[in-house]
């Protein structure tokens, strides 16, 4: 169903360009998660012996068997324009909208907006041949709208209702700083990164970005009390040029002020393409990066309810298999 907020414009064009991305069924996922407990329990004799991006393929790729059927089942469709992962368990294949519902009974593209946000998604259920729907774990793209982030509250909010009650000027408490959780957790300035090969992460959506000049004057404002870095060493994706969002933004500085002095990695996955996943974008993307930070921050959810139990237990294995790798 569509979600509230989200406005129909109409059905695209035969001629419109769809991205899918299709989750080939993968094995050896009961193996994963016993690999994942024992890499990650202090008792277990295997305890920190990750695995690497190649081992997870060859742990978990689906039959060659398999990946044929279903490379034979686009190629059938004249769909040619097809990419995979290093663990070979993803598809992400570009084809015309008229293509796609041919390939995909059932399924109609039309697009929807909300703000200054436009995506193309099928308000109908698809449906694949037998012999393929064994293989497929879901096809992305046609279904799930982007995940949708509120900020609770504002200063800016709250001062403008003390006014409004005609109580003066707003006296309201800063927030939370970086001095303010450091202190809840215990940590002193000496309480920072210190080790090389120390890294973290954070995901960003929706066209929602940082600036590095911020991150320095964040830290130039609330870094005082610890040694940090004021900036970011890798950005993976596209960073948009118009004006930082207030979300992405404090999850970097934050990130940053926690895991002080620790190289921080930003994933920024727009979406930008009317059809794209932007939270399956980031798990194509952690399953073919060989080297990647030790911790991911990813501050976002997705309402349970509108998901296939398929796209769940998918998502949970995908993030097993980035434990597995430490």
Known sequence: SVPP?????????????????????????????????????????????????????????????????VLKWLQGHGVEDCRTVTTLDFLECDMPARTAEQLLPGAQFHRYVKGQRGVVRSPLPYAVPEEV??????????????????????????????????????????????????????????????????????????????HQADVA???????????????????????????????????VEYIMSTGANVSTWVFSNAGRHESQEPFLAWLLLLSNMSSLPWVHSVSYGDDEDSLSRAYLQRVNTELMKAAARG
């Open 133 to 210: 729907a064994e293989h497929l774990d879901f096809v992305g793209g046609l279904h799930r709208f982007p995940l949708e982030r509120r900020a609770v509250s504002r200063a800016g909010d709250k001062e403008a209702e003390w006014r409004r009650q005609d109580r003066g000027p707003a006296m309201f408490h800063l927030g939370v700083t970086p001095a303010v959780l450091r202190k809840r957790y215990n940590m002193t300035g000496g309480d920072v990164g210190l080790q090389p090969n120390n890294s973290q992460a954070c995901a960003q959506f929706l066209e929602q970005f940082f």
């Open 5 to 69: 907020g989200w406005t129909h414009t109409g059905r695209v064009g035969p001629g419109h360009e769809v991205r899918l991305t299709f989750a080939l069924r993968q094995r050896g996922t009961a193996r994963l998660a016993q690999l994942v407990d024992a890499v990650s329990d202090p008792r277990s004799p295997q305890y920190g012996q990750h695995l690497s991006l190649e081992q997870v393929r060859d742990l978990v790729q689906p039959s060659p068997a398999a990946l044929m059927t």
């Open 217 to 251: 004057e964040f830290m130039q404002l609330f870094g005082g009390g610890f040694g940090h870095r004021t900036r970011v060493d890798r950005v993976v994706g596209r960073q948009g040029a118009g004006r930082a969002g207030l979300e992405a933004s404090l999850d």
